[in-house]
């Protein structure tokens, strides 16, 4: 089994930033694409973000330019540093990890992180 544990969401102003972690635990897997989703109440979950294992890295429209993945292959950890966050971006954010154990592949998804950006 694999776990993903999120952190680093909490409440911002207008404007401001955050930097949310993501470290995923097991033994005997690899994981090629790690990501960032959200999910407002009532709506799907859509994209934030994505990254390769070698390092090639994705964004939605709407965040290009003030968000930024990163990762550490070694760490299995991922990061999202968020600059100049908007009210409407108040939501909860899911790490997802697409992970390779035992030469069967599958998606984990962390428990979510709660961004309340205040106006």
């Known amino acids: 089994q694999v776990q993903l544990v999120e952190s680093g969401g909490g409440l911002v102003q207008a404007g401001g930033s955050l930097r949310l972690s993501c470290a995923a635990s097991g033994s005997s897997f690899s994981i090629n694409v790690m990501g960032w989703y959200r999910q407002a109440p009532g709506k799907q979950r859509e994209l934030v973000a994505t990254?390769?294992?070698?390092?090639?890295?994705n964004y939605a429209d709407s965040v290009k330019g003030r968000f930024t993945i990163s990762r550490d292959n070694a760490k299995n950890t991922v990061w999202l540093q968020m600059n100049s966050l908007k009210p409407e971006e108040t939501t909860v954010y899911y790490c997802?990890?697409?992970?390779?154990?035992?030469?069967?592949?599958?998606?984990?998804w962390g428990q979510g992180t709660q961004v309340t950006v205040s106006s």
């Open positions: 990254i390769t294992s070698g390092g090639s890295t």
């Open positions: 997802n990890a697409d992970v390779l154990r035992f030469f069967s592949r599958k998606q984990y």
